[in-house]
């Protein structure tokens, strides 16, 4: 009875560890390539950190030196807002109407869904290339489509005052990931809300904005943050489409950070700015969160309400 009692108990205890065994690679993963250089980036934001020297441990002189003595480090947060505030409003519009799109029953509707994805998975390499062509000021297909209606196309990549709407533009193209967030949270929206509303009466717009919209507010939250950071790290596209220019219009934070640590060798310094913006990022994240309880529906918070009316009644 003893031996069975232990066996048991040992029995309990390796069903208590298997999750953790099998989600150990990423927990390992996580330690080593995120934490891990998360840590050693915030140790190196205290040093002058050349590439060929010694490092030297200069407390918080990085610091200092990006509030008080880097003119650039203001410009390019205002650029990156800037850019913010343009994509993330575009981005979560296009999203969202392409998953209404989607949603639609009519013949070829997958290969569309295909189609509207396929930019999330193209690499930002390639994207670039593309609208590096596409937004060519002699030779670019759009200033070509232009030109045939009699217009004469905008300098795109080397005005300053139309560089960064064209990179708002190129990153809003791939928005196929929030489509999709949208598509499987309108899929979820039970039919009969939309049926006893026509039967009331109202229209397409009127559902819209009755129902589809109260109803995928928290899918809307969840892309207006994810949005909102990778509006603040943007890179790939201003560094293969511009590289800051023209006349640093373009110069956004993050490129601002990887020049300092790759191009100026100043791991240190880079390492500070990287952390300021992680705060920033911080901060509008936690300013979208305090928000959201004005705006964002939840379906089982209108349950209880219900309920608690339907009791007092």
Same mark, same amino acid.
């Given at each position: =009875?003893?031996?069975?009692?232990? +066996? &048991?108990? +040992? !029995? +309990? +205890? $390796?069903?208590?560890?298997?999750?953790?065994?099998?989600?150990?690679? %990423?927990?390992?993963?996580?330690?080593?390539?995120?934490?891990?250089? &998360?840590?050693?980036?915030?140790?190196?934001?205290?040093?002058?950190?050349?590439?060929?020297?010694?490092?030297?441990?200069?407390?918080?002189?990085?610091?200092?030196?990006?509030?008080?003595?880097?003119?650039?480090?203001?410009?390019?947060?205002?650029?990156?807002?800037?850019?913010?505030?343009?994509?993330?409003?575009?981005?979560?519009?296009?999203?969202?109407? $392409? /998953? =209404?799109?989607?949603?639609?029953?009519?013949?070829?509707?997958?290969?569309?869904? @295909?189609?509207?994805? #396929?930019? /999330?998975?193209?690499?930002?390499?390639?994207?670039?290339?593309?609208?590096?062509? !596409?937004?060519?000021?002699?030779?670019?297909?759009?200033?070509?489509? $232009?030109?045939?209606?009699?217009?004469?196309?905008?300098?795109?990549?080397?005005?300053?005052?139309?560089?960064?709407?064209?990179?708002?533009?190129?990153?809003? %193209?791939?928005?196929?990931?929030? =489509?999709?967030?949208?598509?499987?949270?309108?899929?979820?929206?039970?039919?009969?809300?939309?049926?006893?509303?026509? !039967?009331?009466?109202?229209?397409?717009?009127?559902?819209?904005?009755?129902?589809? #919209?109260?109803?995928?507010?928290? @899918?809307?939250?969840?892309?207006?943050?994810?949005?909102?950071?990778?509006?603040?790290?943007?890179?790939? #596209?201003?560094? $293969?489409?511009?590289?800051?220019?023209?006349?640093?219009? @373009?110069?956004?934070?993050?490129?601002?950070?990887?020049?300092?640590?790759?191009?100026?060798?100043?791991?240190?310094?880079?390492?500070?700015?990287?952390?300021?913006?992680?705060?920033? !990022?911080?901060?509008?994240?936690?300013?979208?969160?305090?928000?959201?309880?004005? %705006?964002?529906?939840?379906?089982?918070?209108?349950?209880?309400?219900?309920?608690?009316?339907?009791?007092?009644?």
């Amino acid at each position: =009875m003893e031996h069975a009692v232990k +066996r &048991l108990k +040992r !029995i +309990r +205890r $390796l069903e208590k560890w298997t999750p953790f065994l099998f989600i150990s690679p %990423w927990i390992v993963g996580v330690l080593l390539f995120t934490i891990g250089p &998360l840590c050693v980036s915030l140790v190196m934001s205290f040093y002058d950190w050349p590439v060929t020297s010694e490092p030297k441990f200069i407390w918080f002189d990085n610091y200092i030196k990006m509030f008080s003595d880097d003119p650039q480090f203001y410009k390019s947060i205002a650029i990156t807002l800037k850019f913010a505030l343009f994509y993330v409003p575009l981005s979560l519009i296009t999203s969202l109407i $392409l /998953a =209404m799109l989607i949603t639609q029953s009519v013949k070829g509707v997958k290969i569309f869904r @295909t189609i509207f994805y #396929l930019p /999330a998975v193209v690499s930002g390499v390639a994207v670039s290339i593309i609208w590096g062509w !596409i937004f060519n000021s002699k030779y670019g297909i759009l200033n070509y489509a $232009l030109s045939l209606v009699g217009i004469e196309g905008p300098k795109w990549l080397i005005d300053p005052n139309s560089a960064i709407i064209t990179i708002v533009i190129a990153s809003a %193209w791939g928005v196929g990931t929030m =489509m999709l967030i949208f598509y499987t949270n309108i899929k979820s929206i039970p039919p009969d809300l939309y049926e006893s509303a026509a !039967i009331d009466g109202a229209g397409p717009l009127r559902q819209f904005i009755s129902i589809t #919209l109260p109803l995928i507010t928290p @899918t809307l939250f969840f892309n207006l943050i994810t949005s909102t950071i990778s509006a603040m790290q943007q890179l790939t #596209l201003v560094l $293969l489409l511009t590289s800051g220019g023209p006349l640093k219009s @373009t110069y956004f934070y993050g490129l601002f950070v990887y020049n300092n640590a790759f191009k100026h060798h100043k791991l240190g310094y880079a390492s500070a700015n990287a952390w300021f913006m992680f705060i920033i !990022i911080l901060l509008l994240t936690a300013l979208i969160f305090k928000s959201s309880s004005a %705006w964002v529906f939840y379906e089982n918070e209108v349950k209880s309400e219900r309920k608690k009316g339907g009791k007092k009644k």
